[in-house]
């Protein structure tokens, strides 16, 4: 088997559109969550979102690029373009056959969409735009990168709603572990704060309705009442151990595990007992041939909603046993809202970054937890920490479970 570590990664996030302003903004609790801009909220009753600020799509790519792209895939191509910087591959030098993209959506166009069904109606069927298909489909993040770095490789996106992008990089992992890649490019994107997705989620009952923005999205608390729409991307750079010590890159962090189920149980809710997710916790540290014992920090899932926080910390609870409450937890949607497609993946850079650093981000604005909330979960503040391992959950509609298990990188 193949060894897999990270060699460049890349964001765009509500705290940021690089990795490491959002790690900075993590470190110190600050919250991307405001009152929505991107639209008139007058008769919406959620009036917050984690909107990505002062984002420029021509820093990686020609302005012709961005007509042709929906915004989902604008955060991707940019998040990409960091984390291959980042990674100092040069493209001529390295098997373009064996170099790949998984890279998912949740939702894919969703801006487009919106704009195009309005413009039909208003206008005429004769109006649509001639693109509109390729701008809304989820699989063209994944191939609008492939294009731009001729990564001739396997090309696919996983589509599993907010455990997306911690599938995308887990079939990552997996494909170059068994031999069949040497680079891939892995995460997730996501552009769906607009008038339909904020009304979609609001119909659902599941987004928070507090004009707080340091009250909003407060998982584990007690005063919770329902998520925060995030938008952004989120890029890893997984490689093959000997390849990327062979071309001299830096390593970040190695990813030793992957658990994928499903609770099979309801269309929005996990397992109230969260057995689901605790058999994909376990999965990941069975491959990673780590113990409970030896995990020291756990991003979670923490949406902030009723059935979520507390399912997700009867998992803790069954995966770790003992250990669960000693281990450190903290969800980082506390400050980045929820990013759908995107959240496991800007949460697995969290991850390697709290490896490599020593530093564990908090659940911020944590005040009480609520009954059945009795874990860890790093209060508002976030630890200096050295910890070998740390998972990474995610759990999505239709019951999908996605965790990752990475490992501070020690040498070979």
């Not at 110190?28 to 799509?57: C, H, R, W, Y």
């Not at 994909?280 to 991003?299: Q, V």
């Not at 979670?300 to 409450?325: Q, R, V």
């Amino acid at each position: 088997m193949k060894r897999v570590v990270v060699t460049g990664m890349g964001a765009i996030t509500p705290l940021g559109n690089d990795v490491n302003s959002f790690w900075d903004k993590l470190k110190s609790g600050q919250t991307g969550i405001d009152f929505i801009s991107k639209f008139d909220t007058e008769n919406f009753k959620v009036k917050l979102a984690a909107e990505v600020k002062d984002f420029n799509p021509e820093k990686y790519m020609e302005r012709k690029e961005t007509k042709r792209m929906d915004l989902f895939c604008q955060y991707a191509l940019n998040a990409a373009g960091e984390a291959m910087d980042d990674s100092g591959i040069d493209i001529e030098k390295i098997n373009q056959d064996r170099f790949g993209v998984i890279v998912g959506s949740g939702i894919g166009g969703f801006v487009t969409i919106q704009e195009q069904i309005v413009k039909m109606h208003e206008k005429g069927v004769n109006r649509m735009a001639p693109l509109f298909i390729p701008m809304i489909i989820g699989n063209m993040a994944a191939g609008n990168i492939a294009i731009k770095y001729s990564a001739k490789g396997i090309c696919t996106s996983v589509v599993t709603a907010c455990a997306t992008g911690n599938n995308c990089i887990g079939e990552a992992f997996r494909n170059i572990k068994y031999g069949h890649s040497d680079i891939i490019i892995a995460g997730g994107t996501e552009a769906s704060i607009i008038e339909s997705g904020i009304a979609g989620f609001m119909a659902l009952t599941a987004l928070s309705e507090s004009s707080d923005p340091n009250r909003a999205s407060i998982p584990f608390d007690k005063d919770r009442n329902g998520f925060v729409m995030g938008e952004g991307a989120g890029i890893l750079i997984l490689e093959e151990l000997e390849h990327a010590l062979q071309r001299g890159a830096k390593i970040y962090g190695e990813v030793v595990g992957y658990g994928s189920n499903c609770d099979a149980y309801h269309m929005t809710s996990p397992t109230p007992d969260g057995s689901g997710g605790a058999k994909a916790m376990k999965l990941a540290m069975e491959e990673a041939n780590t113990t409970a014992e030896e995990i020291g920090y756990i991003n979670a899932h923490g949406t902030s909603t009723e059935a979520n926080d507390p399912a997700e910390t009867s998992a803790i609870k069954i995966a770790l046993d003992d250990a669960a409450y000693s281990t450190h937890i903290s969800s980082t949607k506390s400050m980045t809202g929820h990013l759908l497609g995107a959240a496991g993946a800007i949460e697995a850079i969290a991850c390697i970054k709290a490896l490599e650093e020593g530093f564990l981000p908090p659940t911020a604005n944590l005040k009480e937890t609520a009954e059945g909330c009795d874990l860890n979960y790093i209060p508002v503040n976030g630890i200096e920490k050295n910890i070998k391992y740390a998972l990474s959950t995610s759990l999505g509609f239709g019951g999908h479970n996605a965790v990752l298990c990475m490992k501070k990188w020690e040498g070979k």
